[in-house]
């Protein structure tokens, strides 16, 4: 048995922030890892949809995934789910030829250009996000503690 597994990895911007995409509404804003850390649940800025790291990142890998030309014609584990416990697992029952783990990788400029991008500040939890400029007026939840925001200003 041969059990090729993908692993689609993002890169941060040169300021540390991940891009995401909710999967309920698909609008996009990106945060820094180190401020999700604590963090079990997170939620949409603009929906209030609660996410995790990895439901907010699902449409972008799967995105990413079928637009690499590289890999798109072959076939291999479909499964986006795929985290290190479960490669330790599979690991564990099989030998090392049996397994391929490709890695594949996005920056967030793959996703939009940085100049889109605007800062937004929670006074409430302390922490930044970055939302696209023509939707900053959108931001309604404050992705960290699900706060309401009532007015949205830019400096
Ligand atoms: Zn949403
Ligand atoms: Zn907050």
Redesign the pocket.
């Known amino acids: 048995m041969k059990i090729v597994s993908t692993i689609i990895n993002p890169i941060p911007d040169e300021e540390g922030y991940h891009i995401f995409e909710c999967d309920k509404c698909q609008e996009l804003f990106s945060i820094k890892p180190q401020d999700i850390e604590k963090q079990e649940n997170l939620y949409c800025p603009y929906c209030g949809h609660q996410g995790s790291f990895i439901t907010f990142t699902n449409n972008i890998r799967k995105k990413v995934y079928k637009d690499h030309p590289i890999i798109s014609d072959k076939e291999s584990n479909e499964n986006q789910e795929i985290d290190l416990e479960h490669i330790k697992e599979m690991l564990k029952d099989l030998k090392k030829d049996d397994m391929d783990i490709e890695l594949l990788e996005y920056s967030v400029e793959e996703i939009i250009h940085q100049e889109e991008l605007i800062k937004y500040e929670?006074i409430?939890?302390d922490k930044m996000i970055k939302v696209p400029m023509e939707i900053f007026k959108h931001v309604k939840y404050?992705t960290?503690?699900k706060?309401e925001i009532l007015f949205n200003m830019t400096e």
Do not use: L, R
């Open positions: 929670f409430c939890c404050c960290f503690c706060g």
